[in-house]
């Protein structure tokens, strides 16, 4: 299905390894447009009416795209918070970054790369730079508590680890007017892009540990800004609607519609594919388990609604920069963390390389596009890490060196470049009963190749499959015959060609990447 969409999604991390910012020669004023990156938590690419969500109304998100560009085949490489944000900030692989969650990697973001962030790129352009909302990556030392990131940047209001629904439990946020979490964060929002007086309640009533990080927006200096969300995450639905103050709609929109909710074919009894050396269903975190029907239409809900509460602080913002004569020059990228199984495959959670985890949506747009790149629906495989570069050539500034991702411009402006054809995935997390895994997605095939579990529980090993560790288990899935990915080729003899290709496959990108 062809979907027109326009909007940018996502939140930025950095990494572990040291790497010199490059300088920045800033453009000329007139030619820098103000940036908008918004990252979702958990939110499929299937999440949105526009993608084909049988409940879920999206009428802000689906304009966007619509009046910006579409990317129908946008991954993520590392599908799990921390990893996937430290891609973000880096515009590397996490098999180049080494940054994984801290608990298990043991690796955080050195000040070096987090300066080559397009965040601070861009402040060292001249621009205002702040970020909001969730964090999930140390940055710097990690006795320093991200202090670095937040005296680095202009406006740094954000809490480590999960928000919940309630952000006022949270000294950090219990100065807002509004607790539940999206419309806390548009107050905040509100508050960085609209600093008058009506907003001095927000800086006066800070608390200690974050006041010293806000400052008011010079409105002299184009912005940018870093809006992260902890939803549709499922430690974030818990309370959703039990708060007094809580809108209305996330206690009962869409509770008439249960019979619309689309499950899995089979579900309840889908046999989970893989062998117990592989993965053990019972070591999965328990609000990842999905065999409970009625718990599982609950979860489906309550992500349903918050969805529905991102689609209007998606429609309330681009209002806040009409109001303020901002949408002119202002660019908003709209993209997910990564997906989420919801029964298939009989699999919660994420990590898991199968399309529900990997794939995303994401829109970039742009008031400057011209008439013929609006409306656009790119094919491409494109990934998270091409976002910070996509950003930064969007403002007319250099892309850094260590950069992996590149930047979608020419994709979207119908210029003929070589382009990837295929991209490697990867799950190092192997806390909470996770794999390690290693896949080649390319347009047809998908390749995914498992490691034992017997040794590596809690150890962060990047280098193993270099090193030559082979796998236990593998599987082969035709895309375009089998988009649902249920009918494993690997052990076929028809297909022992395309499986060696993408072995050997697998194994250049992992070397290559991690260089």
């Known amino acids: 299905m062809k979907i027109k969409i326009v909007l940018v999604l ?27 990156f ?15 969500h ?3 109304k999206t009428p802000n998100i689906d304009r966007l795209a619509a009046e910006g560009v579409f990317f129908n085949q946008a991954l993520i490489t590392s599908p799990i918070c921390g990893p996937s944000r430290a891609n973000f900030f880096t515009g590397q692989w996490e098999r180049k970054n080494r940054v ?22 861009l402040k060292r352009a001249g621009y205002f730079a702040g970020y909001l909302g969730k964090h999930h990556t140390n940055i710097g030392e990690i006795k320093q508590r991200n202090r670095y990131m937040q005296e680095s940047l202009d406006f740094c209001y954000m809490k ?49 540990s974050v006041k010293d990080f806000l400052q008011h927006r010079d409105p002299d200096k184009p912005f940018c800004l870093s809006i992260n969300f902890n939803l549709p995450h499922a430690a974030s639905i818990g309370g959703m609607g039990a708060g007094p103050t809580d809108p209305e709609m996330y206690r009962s929109l869409y509770s008439d519609q249960a019979d619309d ?51 209007l602080f998606v429609g309330n913002l681009r209002q806040v920069l009409d109001e303020m004569d901002l949408a002119g020059n202002t660019t908003l990228v709209f993209i997910s963390d990564h997906g989420l199984l919801l029964g298939e495959h009989g699999l919660g959670g994420k990590t898991f390389l199968y399309e529900e985890s990997i794939r995303v949506p994401l829109i970039v747009y742009s008031p400057h596009f011209d008439q013929k790149e609006r409306g656009k629906t790119i094919d491409n495989l494109v990934v998270g890490q091409d976002v910070p570069a996509t950003i930064l050539e969007l403002c007319g500034l250099p892309v850094p060196s260590t950069y992996q991702g590149k930047s979608l411009l020419p994709l979207i402006q119908g210029r003929q470049v070589p382009w990837r ?20 997605r390319g347009k047809q095939w998908k390749y995914i190749r498992y490691f034992s579990r017997e040794h590596d529980r809690t150890k962060y090993l990047p280098d193993a499959s270099i090193n030559g560790e082979r796998p236990i288990y593998e599987e082969l899935f035709d895309l375009k015959s089998d988009p649902q990915e249920q009918n494993n080729l690997a052990n076929l003899p028809e297909y022992v060609s395309v499986l060696k290709k993408h072995r050997t496959r697998c194994q250049v990108l992992v070397t290559e990447l991690a260089k």
Request: contains cysteine; aromatic residues 12%; negative net charge.
């Open 54 to 56: 049988p409940v879920t």
């Open 160 to 208: 480590p680890g999960h928000l919940g629904f309630d952000l006022m439990k949270w000294k950090q946020f219990q100065n807002l007017k509004h607790s539940s979490q999206i419309e806390g964060l548009f107050e905040a929002t509100d508050a960085f892009i609209r600093p008058d007086k009506d907003k001095d309640y927000f800086f006066e009533n800070t608390d200690a």
């Open 38 to 52: 918004i990252k979702t938590d958990d939110q499929r690419f299937d999440s949105l009416s526009m993608t084909g």
């Open 100 to 121: 994984g969650f801290t608990n298990v990697s043991k690796n955080f973001i050195s000040n070096g790369l987090f300066d080559n962030s397009w965040l601070m790129q």
């Open 261 to 311: 909710f689309a499950f899995p074919a089979g579900y309840p009894n889908i046999k989970v594919p893989l062998p117990a050396s592989v993965f053990e269903q019972d070591d999965l975190m328990g609000y990842y388990h999905t065999t409970n029907p009625r718990k599982l239409l609950d979860k489906k809900t309550k992500m349903a609604r918050a969805v529905a509460g991102i689609d």
């Open 10 to 36: 996502a939140s930025l991390l950095s990494v572990a390894c040291i790497a010199q910012a490059e300088p920045v020669d800033p453009p000329d004023a007139s030619s820098r447009p103000n940036v908008i």
């Open 421 to 440: 054809e295929d991209v490697f995935c990867e799950n190092l997390f192997t806390d909470q009963g996770y794999p390690r895994m290693e896949a080649v």
